[in-house]
Every structure is written in structure tokens, then in C-alpha cells.
Nanobody, 123 residues
Framework: VQLQASGGGFVQAGGYLRLSCAAS????????MGWFRQAPGKEREFVAA????????YYTDSVKGRFTISRDNAKNTVYLQMNSLKPEDTAVYYC?????????????????WGQGTQVTVSS
């Protein structure tokens, strides 16, 4: 499975961005998809995850109410709508896919990773 993330960019605080992650190659081999982020000098952290059918969705506390994860299985694509962006959201955002049926929040539970897309929020 190959994952291609896109949609990052530079935005002012309070603005919005929509990230996309398209999967290809053996797309029947995964179920859960998630987004993680990594700021300079920090460890990669969980942001959001969604199960295959969308019935299970998890967010880290700092993005609840501002970010929305969704997926379109017909297009093999997962999205992350990010509203009310804050400077602390600045990071490289990675999409990931897991063979697990139930979403997880830890990086070892994900088997496939995209290349990352930079999100920069200015104050």
C-alpha cells in the first residue's frame, strides 16, 4: 500500500486547510486510516483516526472541535479538515493505514505511512 498526502501549506492563525491522503496498490490490505503529526524536535503524535466504515473516529484532545477526519472508500482517500488553526498545529502531517479493524492511536499499530505534508500556521 502506498500513501500520498497532499494539501499542506502556509496559513494564518484562524485559517483552515484540508489534507488528503490517497492510497494505492493493495488497498484491500488495510482498514483503519489515521493522521499523525511531528513538530520540530518533538515525537510524532496521533491526531485522528477513522475505521473502514467510519463508525469509529478518534481525535487527540487538542484538535477536538476543530479537525474532522473523513474517508471516501470508493476513492481510497482519507481527508483531514482542519479549521481554526493555531500556531501550535504547525508540523509535518503524516497519513497512515493499519490492518487493524479498530482505530489505534499509537504509531506501531500502523503498517503503512505516507511521506508527510508540511502545515505551517503563523500567529
Amino acid at each position: 500500500v502506498q500513501l500520498q498526502a497532499s494539501g499542506g501549506g502556509f496559513v494564518q492563525a484562524g485559517g483552515y486547510l484540508r489534507l488528503s491522503c490517497a492510497a494505492s496498490g493493495g488497498t484491500s490490505g488495510y482498514r483503519t486510516m489515521g493522521w499523525f503529526r511531528q513538530a520540530p524536535g518533538k515525537e510524532r503524535e496521533f491526531v485522528a483516526a477513522i475505521s473502514w466504515g467510519g463508525s469509529n473516529i478518534y481525535y487527540t484532545d487538542s484538535v477536538k472541535g476543530r479537525f474532522t477526519i473523513s474517508r471516501d472508500n470508493a476513492k481510497n482517500t482519507v481527508y483531514l479538515q482542519m479549521n481554526s488553526l493555531k500556531p501550535e498545529d504547525t508540523a509535518v502531517y503524516y497519513c497512515a493505514a493499519s490492518r487493524r479493524m479498530v482505530p489505534a492511536t499509537d504509531t506501531p499499530s500502523y503498517h503503512y505511512w505516507g511521506q508527510g505534508t508540511q502545515v505551517t500556521v503563523s500567529s
